[in-house]
C-alpha cells in the first residue's frame, strides 16, 4: 500500500510533468524549428547520468545537429536531470504524457523529424567519431545500423561469469537494433507510415521488440538499402562498440536505465546488478576525462 505522502508526491510529479507538456506543445506551435540536415532523436527513461555523455558527444561530433530528447515515464529526480543535461547541449525535451512505451516513444520521435536524414541512439549510446562516413552513404541507402546480435566475449565478463562465455543475450541478426540508426527519412516517410517502428500482425508472431517493425518495413520495401554495422565486445561490463569500415563509431551500454534503483541479479540471475552499475560509472568516469579503453575482443 502507497503512503499518503507517496500518494501526493505522484500526484505532485503528473501535474509538474503535465504543465511542461502543455507549455511545451504551446511553445512548437509559435516557433518554427531551424532546418538542419541531420536530426538525432533519443528516447530516454531513468538516465539522466549517461543522457549527459551521449549528448555530449553529438554535440562533439554533430554541433549544428538537432537534438530531440522524449522522456516517458522517468521519475521525478531523473526527469530533472535530463531537463538539466537537455539545457546543457541545447536539446529539445519532450515530455511525454502517459506511459510509452519503447515502441511508442521511437513513433513519436519519427514524426518530429523534418530534416532528410535521422539518427536514433539509444540515451546510453555514445558517439566515438563523426558519422559523416556513414552519412554520406545514405542517399542510397535507406537504413543503416547494427544487427541485433549481442554475444559475451571478453575475458572481463567471463572470467567474473564463466557461464556467460560465448552466450547469446540477444540473437535476431535479421533487425536493426534501435541504439543506432540511421534513416534516409525524406525517403521513407511516404513508405512507412505515421508509425513505422509498429510490429504489424499480418507478419507473425510479435518479436522479442516490437519496434522491429520498422526493419521489416524497410526489408520489404528494399532489402537491399540496409547497410549493417558489426559490433564487437568491450573490456566495460556487458557493453559494444558499433563498428564501421572496421573503425568504432559508438560505445552502446546496454541496462542503462533498468539498472537504475535495482538490486540483485538480471539476466536470468546470473548478472549483478551493482556490477552492472559500476562498469557503467567506469565507463563514463573513463569517458568524462578522456581515458576510454576499450580493449575490444
Known amino acids: 500500500m502507497k503512503t499518503e505522502l507517496e500518494r501526493d508526491k505522484n500526484h505532485s510529479a503528473f501535474w509538474q510533468r503535465l504543465h511542461m507538456a502543455l507549455a511545451f506543445y504551446a511553445k512548437q506551435l509559435w516557433h518554427q524549428t531551424p532546418?538542419?540536415?541531420?536530426?538525432?532523436?533519443?528516447?530516454?527513461?531513468?538516465?539522466?547520468?549517461?543522457?549527459?555523455?551521449?549528448?555530449?558527444?553529438?554535440?562533439?561530433?554533430?554541433?549544428?545537429?538537432?537534438?530531440?530528447?522524449?522522456?516517458?515515464?522517468?521519475?521525478?529526480?531523473?526527469?530533472?536531470?535530463?531537463?538539466?543535461?537537455?539545457?546543457?547541449?541545447?536539446?529539445?525535451l519532450h515530455p511525454l504524457i502517459g506511459k510509452h512505451s519503447h515502441t511508442g516513444s521511437l513513433n513519436y520521435l519519427f514524426r518530429q523529424i523534418r530534416s532528410?536524414?535521422?539518427?536514433?541512439?539509444?540515451?546510453?549510446?555514445?558517439?566515438?567519431?563523426?558519422?559523416?562516413?556513414?552519412?554520406?552513404?545514405m542517399d542510397n541507402i535507406l537504413l543503416a545500423g547494427p544487427?541485433?546480435?549481442?554475444?559475451?566475449?571478453?575475458?572481463?565478463?567471463?572470467?567474473?561469469?564463466?557461464?556467460?562465455?560465448?552466450?547469446?543475450?540477444?540473437?535476431?541478426?535479421?533487425?536493426?537494433?534501435?541504439?543506432?540508426?540511421?534513416?534516409?527519412?525524406?525517403r521513407l516517410r511516404s513508405h512507412v507510415g505515421r508509425w513505422p517502428f509498429r510490429w504489424e500482425s499480418a507478419w507473425g508472431a510479435l518479436p522479442a521488440e516490437p519496434y522491429f517493425g520498422f526493419t521489416e518495413r524497410v526489408r520489404r520495401k528494399a532489402a537491399n538499402a540496409i547497410l549493417w554495422l558489426d559490433s564487437q565486445h568491450t573490456g566495460y561490463g556487458l557493453g559494444t562498440v558499433y563498428l564501421h569500415e572496421g573503425i568504432p563509431v559508438a560505445y552502446h551500454n546496454w541496462l542503462s536505465g533498468r539498472v537504475l534503483d535495482q538490486n540483485g541479479k538480471m539476466?536470468?540471475?546470473?548478472?549483478?546488478?551493482?556490477?552492472?552499475?559500476?562498469?557503467?560509472s567506469r565507463f563514463i568516469k573513463d569517458y568524462?576525462?578522456?581515458?576510454?579503453?576499450?580493449?575490444?575482443?
Request: a positive charge; aromatic letters at 10%; charged letters at 25%.
Open 35 to 92: 532546418g538542419t540536415p541531420i536530426t538525432f532523436c533519443v528516447a530516454h527513461f531513468n538516465g539522466g547520468d549517461f543522457l549527459e555523455i551521449t549528448l555530449h558527444s553529438i554535440r562533439r561530433y554533430h554541433p549544428k545537429a538537432r537534438i530531440i530528447v522524449a522522456d516517458s515515464r522517468s521519475n521525478r529526480s531523473q526527469f530533472a536531470a535530463a531537463c538539466m543535461v537537455c539545457k546543457k547541449f541545447t536539446a529539445e
Open 267 to 280: 539476466d536470468g540471475g546470473v548478472v549483478d546488478v551493482d556490477w552492472l552499475r559500476s562498469e557503467m
Open 116 to 137: 532528410k536524414i535521422g539518427v536514433f541512439l539509444d540515451q546510453d549510446c555514445v558517439l566515438l567519431e563523426s558519422l559523416n562516413p556513414l552519412l554520406q552513404k
Open 147 to 186: 544487427r541485433d546480435e549481442m554475444r559475451a566475449t571478453h575475458p572481463n565478463t567471463f572470467e567474473r561469469y564463466p557461464s556467460l562465455k560465448n552466450q547469446l543475450f540477444r540473437f535476431q541478426p535479421e533487425f536493426v537494433h534501435a541504439s543506432l540508426m540511421l534513416m534516409n527519412v525524406r
Open 288 to 297: 568524462r576525462s578522456d581515458a576510454l579503453k576499450l580493449d575490444l575482443q
